[in-house]
């Protein structure tokens, strides 16, 4: 199992937590910061191994420890950036109004890859400063192709 | 006393339904085959599994007829009522029998001068099997006031009870015997209408249209029937299911026409030549399929027997209604191929030769046929079926050599000159893999929606129907070539409108028929040819918006002088058609 | 010995117009997992679809596709089975196309059991026209077309197929592929028809049913002590679903026979195959005796 690095200052408060976050990404409400940060962090819950979401734990507020928990099994294999995507996305809101040409309702969900990665990548950033370099390669290294890359240049 | 007329004449057999009048009527037309006979017979039934009026009206002959005709000279009434019924076909000196017991007038048949030929049938029936058995005795009757041997009804017999023991058989032979006796010693001197075996005669066969289509299609290679019981395709399905095992015939009751059709899509989607058959009510339901195939240029046969519409309308009687429905079913704009057979014979080329066309330019054909001619009996030469003149043509479809050049980058929808495509099928060969959508697309079968390639894909489906119209073969004309009227017809009103012809040349006038069989694409320019030639067109079908007449006008420009209407559900007869053309409404709707 | 195949066989360039993060993509690699590892190379395989977005996957792959009429897949796909059995038939098409519009042919399918797979991917909403409610919307749900909630109870495809007879009933679950991917490939290599009704988030149109929503539900049967043998259980466990939704096998018929072995005219050859040998060796002859009925 890969070495943590050393402590850093200690667990942050959850509220500095999520304004950085929400800094990072100009989220207009607490209440989007927020779907932004339990998005990422479950699909990311979906994908490391136990351990590594427990090392990750510690490096958080408490208050995350609920988006890091998975149910049962392992991790599927499988995974990919579609799926890590689709985590994100469901927080995204990638509907207009009502389509008065083809019916249904309007939607932007063009943007709602990017704006998913963006995310993401908030997230990751604040993140990535609460642990060291090394402990980000090792998580790097098990997240998905192309996500991996979000991870490492967010 | 008048002459004796011999092997010239119409006999009908007429009773409830549920009084096995189809059965009986059908052993008759058998019998009088076997005996070197020509035979046309036609029944009429309602759509009730009891009770309603059902008749079979049949045709005797030394030559061979393409139509019933009237009057009538023998009755075979198994109620009363229809004694009523075909009261005013009865020609004079024509005779009825009926069993006792039965409740008629006398007067008006006097007056015709049609003798009633009482017979205790019932009685007779009941002392040596059952009630039931009263058909079997007027059938014996029949022949014997006509004199006719027993012979040939024995044989029928004997093969249709078989499946139920030697010991109905039996019965029912000496209840034929029986009455056959009675009839010909009290009523057979005073009947003028005789028949006899003819020496000589050729063996022959006894087949309606469907039969026919059935069996061309299985000379085609047709190997896979979808369909949904529908009056009068049903019989199509049930004998091509009914095949020995060795055919390797696979059909499917499928679950509604829409599951039918589709199922008739994947099988030659996969391959094989698939078919379904169905009415007009079916037909309705198999719309979209119809847009798919075409679009997919997937090859598909379909049987639309037509009957009487609108709705459930007149299920089972005849009509010619659904050609333009059939020719612009389904939205938008694609090819397709419509073809109407008008003679049994003719059924069976169309079975075959409807899958070469299916195949060849990739898309549907729709075969034509109506209750009339699915359902009426005719007698065939045995070589009129001529199994070595099928071929099988399948188009640009890849064969194995073919396949074993392809290199990868096979495009299904491949721009050609014709419009159609090298057919690769799925599985055959490692190179060939495509996608087909339904929605536009290009070459490669994947989704398109950019202007150029929209246009040319369209094109490209057109063209094939440019090109199928080369194929389609000219009307056919029988008669004298400058007739003073030409009778345009399609489908089952051939054979009205031919021996109507005959009968107005027969008489001192001139006529002649024009018989269209491939519908569309129709081949525009012989068609107007065709047309121009002639003095005076009249169009004989049986539909009330005059189907053919607006096609015709459609394409070629021409207007027909006058249109000839029947939709009453019954199949015209020859000499209706003769008395109206002289009252024969200017082109447009009926009177 | 079957000899895995590299699942990118089956990769295809065309232009993917799903959402990000659409739970297809993960049907879609499941699909093609399921088929290089069974050693189904990409022109053995034929792959049928109806009208939706999930029925674009048949074209998002290298394989022999068809994309049919919105509800026809079955009709298809059985047909081209019964033609040529040697093709391995998969359907695949969302739920208003497989329980809706299409729910004659599902039903019939269940009772028919013909040979191929059924992959419904099932995101109880109505994706490709914008958001309306489907069969499998909960009763409740709030759509375009269901302004104050849909009043109809929900399709269950489980239980419907369960009543119906088929003989193999499972559920996947997009957020897991590998294990769905499992599940198709013994749908394929089962005898008949398969249903794998894999929930599938649409991203975009359902906030409702997300990963999330999924994920804190599903579980495993084969994690407890579950006999997919067990017809009652089965029925108890199909109408499980608003606190615990059970994914993997849920009923299989050991040893069902095909609708295809049944049928006697396909035991000498295929309508393709016939076909075939009669363009070589038409032989006419064969038909004469047929004549013989009309004498």
Redesign the interface.
């Known amino acids: 199992m890969p070495q943590m690095g050393g402590q850093k200052e200690g667990t942050l408060d959850y509220g500095q937590f999520l304004s950085e976050v929400q800094a990072n990404g100009s989220f207009t409400s607490r209440e989007e910061t927020e779907g932004a940060v339990a998005s990422v962090l479950m699909a990311m819950a979906e994908v490391l191994p136990r351990e590594q979401l427990q090392a990750l734990a510690t490096r958080l507020p408490p208050e995350v420890m609920v988006f890091l928990r998975r149910s049962g099994s392992e991790p599927d294999p499988l995974f990919d950036s579609h799926l890590f995507l689709g985590w994100v996305v469901s927080s995204v809101d990638a509907t207009g109004g009502r389509d008065e040409t083809t019916g249904g309702l309007d939607m932007t969900a063009s943007y709602s890859g990017p704006e998913a990665i963006r995310r993401a990548q908030c997230v990751f950033s604040a993140l990535k400063k609460r642990i060291e370099p090394d402990h980000q390669q090792v998580l790097a290294d098990l997240l998905p192709e192309d996500v991996n890359g979000w991870f490492l240049n967010a | 006393m008048a002459s004796v007329v011999t092997n010239d004449m119409s006999i009908v057999i007429g009773g409830d339904a549920g009084q096995g009048v189809e059965s009986s009527g059908a052993g008759f037309c058998l019998s009088f085959a076997r005996a070197g006979l020509h035979v046309f017979g036609m029944q009429d039934y309602h759509s009730r599994i009891r009770g309603g009026h059902n008749f079979y009206q049949i045709r005797l002959s030394e030559k061979p007829r393409l139509s019933h005709s009237n009057p009538v000279h023998l009755l075979i009434a198994l109620t009363p009522e229809t004694v009523r019924l075909h009261l005013d076909q009865l020609a004079e000196g024509a005779a009825v029998v009926l069993p006792e017991r039965f409740e008629i007038d006398p007067a008006p048949l006097e007056k015709r001068g049609v003798r009633v030929d009482t017979l205790p049938l019932i009685r007779m029936a009941e002392e040596h099997g059952n009630r039931v058995m009263a058909n079997t005795a007027a059938l014996g009757a029949a022949a014997g006031i006509t004199e006719f041997p027993l012979q040939f009804m024995e044989s029928v017999i004997r093969d249709n009870f078989a499946a139920k023991g030697q010991q109905t058989v039996d019965t029912n032979l000496k209840v034929a015997e029986a009455a056959y006796g009675l009839a010909r010693d009290r009523y057979g001197a005073e009947f003028r209408y005789k028949l006899r075996p003819v020496d000589g005669a050729p063996r022959r066969m006894l087949m309606n249209g469907n039969q026919a289509l059935a069996m061309g299609a299985l000379a085609g290679g047709c190997r896979f029937v979808s369909a949904y019981p529908m009056t009068p395709a049903t019989s199509i399905f049930e004998w091509l299911s009914g095949l020995p095992r060795e055919y390797g015939v696979v059909t499917k009751h499928a679950e509604d026409e829409i599951a039918a059709a589709d199922m008739a899509i994947g099988a030659s989607f996969a391959g094989a030549r698939g078919m379904t058959a169905t009415s007009g009510g079916g037909f309705c339901l198999m719309v979209e399929a119809l847009g798919l195939a075409a679009m997919t240029e997937v090859p598909m046969v379909i049987v639309l027997a037509q009957r009487g519409g609108p709705s459930n309308g007149l299920p089972t009687r005849t009509e010619q209604s659904d050609l333009l429905f059939a020719i612009n079913a389904s939205h938008g704009e694609s090819p397709r191929i419509v073809t109407a057979p008008g003679t049994v014979e003719e059924c069976f080329e169309a079975g075959w030769r409807a899958f070469n066309l299916a195949e060849k330019y990739q898309c549907p054909v729709v075969v034509m046929t109506d209750s009339f001619l699915a359902s009426t009996l005719r007698t065939l030469d045995m070589d009129a079926i001529d199994f070595s003149s099928v071929s099988i043509d399948r188009g640009s479809t890849l064969t194995p050599q073919e396949l074993g050049g392809l290199t990868n980058g096979y495009k299904r929808f491949e721009f050609t000159e014709t419009g159609v495509s090298p057919r690769a099928l799925p599985g055959q060969h490692p190179a060939a893999v495509y996608s087909a959508v339904s929605d536009e697309h290009d070459e490669e079968g994947h989704f398109l929606e950019e202007i150029e390639g929209r246009r040319r894909m369209m094109q490209k489906r057109m063209r094939k129907l440019r090109e199928a119209e080369r194929e389609m073969r000219p009307p056919k004309r029988y008669g004298p070539p400058e007739a003073e009227t030409t009778l345009v017809c399609w489908g089952s009103s051939f054979g009205p409108c031919k021996e109507a012809a005959d009968e107005i040349n027969d008489a001192g006038g001139s006529a002649n028929v024009l018989q269209f069989g491939d519908l569309w694409p129709l081949p525009e320019e012989v068609t107007a040819a065709a047309l121009s030639e002639c003095r005076r067109t009249v169009t004989v079908e049986q539909n009330y918006t005059s189907q053919l007449a607006k096609l015709l006008r459609m394409t070629t420009g021409i207007k027909v002088d006058g249109t000839l209407n029947k939709y009453d559900g019954r199949p015209f007869a020859p000499e209706e058609i003769v008395a109206g053309l002289g009252k024969e409404v200017v082109s447009g709707y009926a009177a | 010995m079957v000899t895995r195949l590299d699942p990118k066989l089956f990769d295809a360039t065309?232009d993917i117009t799903w959402?990000?993060?659409?739970?297809d993509?993960?049907i879609l690699?499941?699909l093609k997992?399921a088929l290089a590892d069974l050693g189904i190379?990409?022109?053995?395989a034929?792959v049928?679809s109806g009208?939706g977005c999930g029925s674009?996957l048949?074209?998002y792959m290298?394989?022999?596709?068809?994309?049919?009429?919105h509800g026809?897949p079955l009709?298809?796909?059985?047909?081209?089975?019964?033609?040529?059995p040697?093709?391995h038939v998969i359907v695949t098409n969302g739920d208003g196309d497989s329980y809706g519009i299409g729910g004659?042919?599902f039903v019939?399918s269940c009772r028919r059991n013909p040979n191929l797979t059924h992959i419904v991917e099932n995101n109880q909403i109505?994706g490709l026209?914008?958001?309306?409610y489907s069969p499998t919307s909960d009763k409740g749900f709030v759509t375009?077309t269901s302004p104050d909630g849909a009043i109809e109870l929900a399709f269950n495809p489980l239980s419907v197929a369960l009543g119906a007879g088929a003989t193999f009933i499972s559920r996947a679950f997009?957020?897991?592929?590998?294990?769905m991917?499992g599940l198709i490939a013994q749908g394929i290599q089962h005898q008949g028809y398969a249903l794998i009704d894999v929930l599938q988030?649409c991203?975009?149109?359902n906030?409702t049913n997300?990963?999330?929503w999924y994920?804190k539900r599903v579980?495993?049967l084969e994690?407890e002590d579950y006999d997919p043998s067990d017809r009652k259980a089965a029925w108890e466990k199909a109408h499980e679903w608003e606190e615990r939704i059970p994914l993997g096998v849920l009923y299989r018929v050991e040893g069902a026979t095909a609708y295809e072995d049944q049928?006697?005219?396909?035991?000498?050859?295929?309508?393709?195959s016939?076909?075939d040998d009669?363009?070589k060796d038409?032989r006419?002859?064969?038909?004469?005796r047929?004549?013989e009925r009309?004498?």
């Open positions: 065309t959402c990000a993060g659409c739970g993509f993960a690699k499941a997992l190379e990409p022109y053995q034929l049928v009208i674009k048949p074209d290298n394989v022999n596709a068809y994309l049919t009429n026809r009709p298809i796909a059985t047909a081209a089975k019964l033609a040529n040697d093709l004659n042919h019939q109505y026209t914008k958001g309306q375009t997009a957020g897991e592929p590998k294990h991917a988030p991203v975009t149109f906030r997300t990963y999330d994920r579980y495993h994690d049928v006697k005219a396909l035991e000498g050859g295929s309508p393709v016939r076909l009669l363009v038409p006419p002859q064969q038909y004469e047929l004549k009309f004498t």
